[in-house]
């Protein structure tokens, strides 16, 4: 108690000195970073998984050929679940004399249950979102479809049986998926018109799938739950499983804001582990003191620790207030990127940053202050009597144990986290062993010139333990810093450069045979940027060496154009869209075998996409048979193509040399990047070419790029963070030196130095402290970077210029920071350091 | 009449390694000290006199040989247990005065009563401080206070809880001629008044002559 007294009774005037100052900011700093950027990156990965499930517009879809078990919809009910029902199936839709293969969409109330659908009133417009379905007898149809009938809202279009009023165009819905060769025109309509519209026939190509949404725990036991069903053929589709391109950029960026803020936080360690030092430093002799007048260790440590205590709970409630602006600050500005319906972080965060502000002092401030309460009483006599020195298992146990509740509470991932804390524990060995050597070499080099370069290396080496101390902090903390500059960096080259600028906005399908030069001569002249046009053929292999192709096989049933992501199964059994074509595009690359040689033309070679391959496990030299419009023809793999779909040029899965299909009567695509000036242009290009399909990727280019916008956004403001965290290290190590040196720099005053010897003495010191903090620390982030993307699925380049950058960057700062504290104490007049 | 013995010292011995290898700085020792004696301890600068007043005040050990202080065995005590006899019978004033920087004079004459656990330390401490001639200064850091106003709140603080040892290495060793004396002065006055032991090592002839009685060492041992 009395001890809490006096405590509290001092805090208010250690505060004068500093480092509490300087721990009070560095642990609010990692509080801030801690619940400002790790709840975000919590709120981060449940937007993924959301967005994820937008494309299937469900988090798990339940599908079949057939009608699904009646059992379905009420188990997932019963479990909290939400439900939709989409029924789809491809039939011609008329208007008058004019008809259009249509993929028609018949759903329930509910839908989507996950994304939006976007709405318009007239053709390739910009959409509205809206949460309806179409009422029974109307439907929307998208622009395609309403520009190939030549229709407008209020028209009526007939349905297999039914008429139906068109009351909308559908400009946007969740799951139109992203294969481009299966996009057909499409119409939405009401499930309640389904048996009026006389579609669904024995032979009719209907697809059935029941949307599902909620809970985890609740998905996983509907999963279990209907796995058990006794001969289950219903195929389901689960979020958890296929995760869609389009969260990549978001996942890397959760992940990367993680290593941020954790990155922040440790440099807060440091920045604690330096004040702490500074605090047990200038507390030695109070503390030998107090221990002459009768004060026991356990009274002393009382004092400390309640002080810390309190500064914890100080730290947190300012760390929190600066977490909860920063969170509230990038959710506004990651609008759109992140999901505006979940809860947000509630008082949770706050106990978490307690948690981790008092585990950063128990690591790296309390064993300096055990270690302070060992201070013999004889120092008031003795000055040079000091602590004993501490175990080495004392002094480094818990710091290490707080890194690891540190490291694996940020990153929640148990490999990850093994790898950071390894890669931690190797960095301070290496970084400490190497200072040791290089302060010992440079103790040899002291004959220099002059006293100042003299008198400087000497005090390095002399303080050889601190000096060692600096350069594994100043090491550690620059040498984090540059990895995280490095991968924000990679990072954000990266994602910039997964959606080039100009690239194809528009997919063209179905020009017929005849008109393509026409077509491009047109699009061209309306100012498109036309890329190559692939002929393209149906066809469906029937064989693969000379066996039924669909024995081979191994995958279920058909699949249509509704499977939403990358899905595969069934591409022996399914028609395919074949091509031939003389050039390789720069978006493919020949992985295995070789392209057309000259002389192949004409020849029964085919060149097959990996994805084709794998499905079924194809190997160079297999011979496979098609059914191209009736004709067989047995072709064998002569090369297999690494394919960048993301290109957004038009691509195939299966090749054929030119020469050898000649005679089959196909249609062309293409794809190009197109301005319209109107939506009407559009509307124009499409009537003139009546066959032609037309699809637009623009907007979902568009909603990627302004997502990675926003995602380069957010990691550059958390970057903030970090930086911030380099200042207090920045700050506790001003602290320190000055305090270590304000004596010292009296006395040499005194003797009669000038300001300009202590200043470059000074300079000295601190300079080749840093260069070698620095090239340590340059080099093993080097390293360290290239680990770390390697973990984060990002390109390396190392880059000379940035090491030089980071070891001239680590010489300026720690000399800069020599100065500023040389100066601080130059400026007090020597005796009252000395008094 | 005979007195009771606060202070007494066995054969003590204080050997400590150098890189010239052991070096002996107290050799064979033994005196005892009866209560409320005045002892001055002198001798040439280096002879150990400092090292032997650390030991008799338990701040330090001594390698062979036995100490007690006020009935108890020093040398079988642990830390802790030296520091809690310190609090409650001894007072220390140094040559260097030793305030604790961040407290106020009175926080600092506070201070042994606090660790004493003693409820009314506020107000014994402002009387002191107004017998040592600082009652205006109460509220003043240290570094706001002339070397002798600090070493008289020292004075006041290694008096106020009335030890029964009050031990004092060259109190008067950073004050010029005049302050020193007034200094040595309020020692012999609070040391009378509260009617304590008092050992004091010094190279003042003048203070060693107004002590009871003069110790002198040299080369470690008595002489
Ligand atoms: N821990 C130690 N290590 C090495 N030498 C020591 C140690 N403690 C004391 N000495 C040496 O023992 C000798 C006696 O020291 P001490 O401080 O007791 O002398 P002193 O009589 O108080 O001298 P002064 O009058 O100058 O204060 C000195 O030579 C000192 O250097
Ligand atoms: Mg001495």
Redesign the pocket.
């Known amino acids: 108690m009395r001890a809490i007294v006096i405590a509290l009774r001092s805090l208010s005037r250690e505060w004068r000195y500093g480092e509490l100052a300087v721990l009070l900011l560095s642990l609010s700093v990692a509080v801030g970073a801690l619940t400002g950027v790790g709840f975000l990156v919590d709120r981060i990965n449940r937007s993924i998984a959301l967005q994820a499930s937008e494309v299937l517009a469900a988090d798990i879809r339940v599908q079949s050929p057939r009608p699904l078990s009646a059992d379905n919809e009420p188990m997932a009910r019963q479990l909290g679940l939400r439900t939709a029902r989409l029924t789809t199936l491809l039939s011609a839709v008329f208007h008058g004399d004019v008809n259009q293969l249509t993929n028609i969409r018949m759903v329930t109330d509910g839908y989507p249950l996950r994304g939006t659908v976007t709405v318009a009133d007239t053709p390739f417009a910009p959409g509205t979102v809206t949460r309806q379905i179409p009422a029974p007898g109307q439907a929307w149809a998208d622009s395609k479809l309403a520009a190939a009938l030549g229709v407008k809202i209020g028209d009526n279009i007939t349905v297999g049986a039914r008429e139906l009023r068109l009351d909308r165009i559908l400009i946007s819905r969740p799951d139109q998926g992203s294969a481009f060769q299966e996009f057909s025109a499409s119409l939405l309509m009401n499930e309640a018109d389904l048996a009026s519209t006389q579609l669904i026939q024995p032979a009719s190509q209907v697809r059935h799938a029941l949307l599902i949404a909620g809970e985890r725990p609740q998905l996983n036991a509907f999963r279990d739950w209907h796995a058990q069903q006794a001969g289950q053929r219903e195929r389901m589709a689960d979020v958890s499983e296929d995760s869609p391109q389009i969260g990549d950029a978001t996942r890397r960026a959760g992940r990367f804001l993680g290593l941020a803020s954790l990155v922040a936080i440790l440099l807060c360690a440091v920045a604690v582990a330096m004040s702490a030092r500074s605090y047990v430093r200038r507390h030695l002799d109070a503390v030998a003191l107090m221990k002459t007048l009768g004060a026991s260790r356990a009274f002393v440590l009382t004092v400390s620790v309640t002080q810390l205590l309190l500064l914890a709970l100080a730290a947190t409630a300012l760390g929190s207030v600066m977490g909860w602006i920063t969170q509230s600050w990038l959710i506004s500005a990651l609008q759109g990127l992140l999901r505006t319906d979940l809860p947000p972080a509630g008082l949770q965060p706050m106990l978490i940053g307690l948690l981790v502000a008092v585990a950063m002092l128990a690591g790296f401030a309390l064993p300096s202050l055990l270690q302070m309460t060992r201070v013999p009483a004889l120092r008031v006599?003795?000055r040079?009597?000091g602590p004993p020195t501490p175990g080495a298992w004392a002094a480094v146990t818990p710091a290490v144990v707080a890194v690891i509740v540190v490291v694996y509470g940020t990153l929640g991932d148990a490999v990850l986290s093994g790898w950071f804390v390894g890669a931690l524990a190797a960095a301070t060995l290496i970084l400490g062993g190497a200072g040791w050597g290089l302060v010992s070499f440079t103790a040899h080099s002291r004959g220099g010139s002059g006293v100042a370069w003299r008198y400087g290396i000497a005090s390095l080496a002399r303080r050889r333990v601190e000096s060692v101390t600096q350069i594994v902090a100043f090491g550690l903390g620059i040498m984090l810093l540059l990895v995280l500059a490095t991968l924000r960096r990679d990072l954000v080259t990266d994602w910039r450069a997964s959606i080039p600028a100009n690239i194809p906005n528009y997919f063209f399908v179905n020009i017929p045979s005849g008109e393509q030069e026409e077509f491009r001569a047109r699009l061209t002249a309306q100012g498109g940027k036309v890329e190559r046009m692939l002929p393209m053929v149906r066809g469906r292999l029937v064989t693969i060496n000379d066996r039924d192709a669909h024995a081979v096989s191994s995958s279920g049933g058909p699949a249509g154009p509704d499977d939403g992501p990358p899905q595969r199964g069934g591409m022996a059994d399914r028609e395919q869209n074949l091509t031939w074509s003389s050039e390789l595009g720069d978006d493919n690359r020949i992985v295995a075998g070789q392209w057309w040689q000259p002389g192949d033309e004409g020849k029964p070679l085919v060149s097959l996409a990996t994805e084709f391959q794998e499905e079924l496990g194809l190997k160079l030299g297999d011979r496979l048979g098609f059914d191209i419009a009736g004709e067989r023809i047995t072709v064998t793999v002569a090369s297999f193509r690494e394919v960048k779909w993301d290109s957004f040029k038009p691509n195939f899965f299966i090749v054929f040399p030119p020469g050898l299909l000649d005679g089959a009567a196909g249609t062309y695509m293409t794809s190009a990047l197109f301005e319209p000036s109107s939506p009407g242009e559009m509307t124009d290009f499409v009537r003139r070419f009546p066959t032609v399909s037309v699809f637009d990727v623009g907007s979902l280019l568009a909603q990627v790029r302004s997502m990675i916008d926003k995602a380069v956004t957010a990691v550059q403001s958390v970057f903030v963070f970090t930086l911030l965290a380099g200042l207090t290290v920045l700050l506790a190590a001003v602290q320190a030196s000055r305090d270590e040196r304000s004596y010292e720099t009296a006395v040499l005053r005194v003797l009669g130095a000038q300001r300009g010897m202590i200043v470059r003495s000074v300079l000295t010191e601190f300079s080749a402290l840093g260069l070698l903090a620095g090239t340590l620390a340059a080099s093993g982030a080097a390293f360290g970077g290239f680990m770390l993307a390697r973990q984060l699925e990002l390109n390396y380049r190392f880059n000379l210029t940035f090491w030089l950058l980071g070891v001239l960057g680590t010489v300026a700062i720690v000399g800069f920071t020599g100065w500023v504290a040389t100066r601080s104490v130059l400026n007090h007049p020597p005796r009252s350091a000395l008094s | 009449m005979t007195r009771d013995i606060v202070l007494k010292a066995e054969n003590i011995t204080r050997e400590?390694s150098?890189p010239e290898g052991l070096?002996t700085?107290?050799r064979d020792v033994s005196f005892h000290i009866e209560s409320r004696e005045t002892v001055a301890i002198v001798?040439?600068?280096?002879?150990?006199?400092?090292?032997?007043?650390a030991m008799l005040a338990g701040l330090d050990l001594p390698t062979s040989g036995r100490i007690s202080l006020a009935g108890q065995d020093l040398t079988t005590l642990d830390e802790d247990g030296r520091a809690r006899l310190r609090a409650e019978k001894v007072g220390f004033v140094f040559q260097s005065f030793h305030l604790i920087p961040s407290l106020t004079a009175l926080e600092n004459v506070m201070l042994p009563l606090e660790l004493a656990g003693r409820s009314d330390a506020r107000q014994l401490s402002a009387d002191m401080l107004a017998r040592v001639g600082l009652a205006s200064r109460t509220g003043h850091y240290p570094r706001q206070l002339s070397g002798g106003e600090q070493q008289r709140v020292a004075l006041a603080r290694a008096s106020v809880s009335r030890p029964a040892v009050l031990f004092a290495?060259?109190p008067t060793g950073n004050l010029d001629m005049a302050t020193g004396e007034r200094i040595t002065q309020l020692l012999f006055e609070l040391n009378a008044d509260s009617s304590t032991t008092l050992v004091l090592?010094t190279?003042d002839r003048s203070i060693a002559t107004r002590c009871g009685r003069v110790l002198t060492?040299e080369n470690?041992g008595l002489r």
């Open positions: 006599l003795r040079d009597v | 400590v150098s070096l700085i107290v001798g040439p600068s280096g002879a150990g006199k400092s090292t032997l007043l290495d060259e090592v190279h060492m470690g």
